[in-house]
């Protein structure tokens, strides 16, 4: 692909690349080998021709990374004292972790994971893979506990990769959707906003292509893979991402649910955990939800332990899965 084709890297995704890169050795890394392979310099690296620019623009990395208080080294080359080129770059571990003594609440930790998704499927990208298997393939072999950075919780749907790379583009998709209580996907050919996180799950705020309606698909029922086109569209002005953020959090503020729960039952601990869940009796929680499917199998998944009360339609949407739950066990045994 011709460097002008490539897909721009943003500023922040290239300097934690750098980062990482970096930290991934004992020995560090040389010029060259940061530019032919970390993400954001490798695409514009010219293996046989001038690479001034893509080195002046290392060089005010470095600087920026020093100055957000990352402790970068320069290492000269035995025997090669004074010879730039071959000067090595490294973030020692021991001088970048943080102290023992410093530790976070299981609270902290979780925001924490949640705020380190998206990192996860930018920098964990494929993209990123390929420019680790390059160090590599240079001798470069990182180290085990470098995986200690990358966020814990993960995201699992597949679509989130090609809808960001659309989003960067500004590129109609097109993909299959299945709606809740339908058998059949449909096809859906929209202008991609923003991808947001809501409640632990992955949605895209997208416009119907030519049209200027809005629409909020859930990552998990993308059945399809996600085709990017050649039509482009102008990103209407606004903040695409807080607009469905707040549409998503009316919904989990008006939409309400009472269960009763067995006491110290599975269920009892986990569902008074949920956030802004109350409990209106001994035996009885108040629930939030965005997206009554969803709530219909996190609830199901407990059984017996869990009852609803209200609404009617939550109540049978659970029946429904329970019922389908024994239907497969008893296909399974006929089996």
């Not at 200027?212 to 050649?230: H, P």
């Not at 108040?286 to 109540?315: K, M, Q």
């Amino acid at each position: 692909m011709p460097p002008q084709s490539q897909p721009r890297i943003p500023v922040e995704e290239r300097l934690f690349s750098l980062v990482l890169a970096l930290l991934a050795t004992e020995t560090g890394l040389t010029k060259g080998e940061v530019l032919s392979t970390v993400q954001g310099y490798r695409q514009k690296f010219n293996a046989s021709g001038d690479n001034a620019n893509l080195e002046r623009q290392f060089e005010r990395d470095k600087d920026d990374i020093r100055e957000l208080g990352v402790p970068l080294e320069t290492l000269e080359s035995p025997g090669q004292a004074g010879n730039n080129q071959n000067l090595r770059y490294r973030i020692p571990r021991g001088a970048y972790e943080l102290p023992a003594d410093i530790s976070f609440s299981a609270e902290e930790t979780t925001l924490l994971n949640l705020a380190a998704m998206v990192w996860r499927e930018g920098s964990l990208s494929g993209e990123s893979r390929r420019a680790m298997l390059k160090l590599r393939s240079l001798g470069l072999t990182p180290d085990e506990p470098v995986l200690g950075y990358a966020p814990r919780v993960r995201v699992r749907d597949a679509a989130f990769e090609p809808l960001n790379t659309a989003l960067a583009k500004s590129a109609v998709v097109t993909f299959s959707y299945l709606k809740p209580g339908e058998t059949n996907a449909r096809a859906r050919t929209v202008e991609p906003l923003a991808l947001i996180q809501h409640q632990g799950r992955w949605y895209l705020a997208a416009r119907e292509a030519g049209t200027d309606v809005r629409k909020t698909f859930l990552l998990r029922r993308i059945v399809s893979k996600v085709t990017i086109s050649n039509r482009s569209f102008t990103p209407p002005s606004g903040d695409e991402a807080e607009h469905a953020l707040r549409e998503l959090e009316g919904l989990w503020n008006t939409n309400t649910a009472e269960v009763r729960v067995t006491a110290g039952s599975d269920a009892a601990t986990r569902l008074h955990k949920r956030r802004g869940t109350t409990e209106t009796a001994s035996d009885r929680l108040l629930l939030h939800y965005t997206d009554i499917n969803i709530l219909a199998e996190e609830l199901s998944s407990f059984g017996p332990e869990v009852f609803v009360l209200t609404p009617t339609e939550l109540r049978d949407a659970v029946v429904t899965r329970l019922q389908q739950l024994v239907t497969d066990h008893q296909d399974t045994d006929r089996g």
